[in-house]
């Protein structure tokens, strides 16, 4: 997802999407774990998305 699509998002929806990318990672992090087959790649993607919407919350006033 854009950063300009979070942004015009709604505070609520913002949230909602922050706690499934949280779950996304933690689930990432899990399998890597247990030894589960991963792709490697999807680690940075998350973070940068995680980091993405918490940057466009920042900038609408909202905190965390």
Known sequence: MKA????????????????????EQFALRLQRATGQPVKPDQFGKVRRNIARLKTAMRAGGEKR
Do not use: D, I, T
């Open 4 to 23: 300009s699509e979070m942004r015009k998002q709604p505070s609520a929806e913002q949230r909602a999407l922050l706690l499934k990318l949280r779950k």
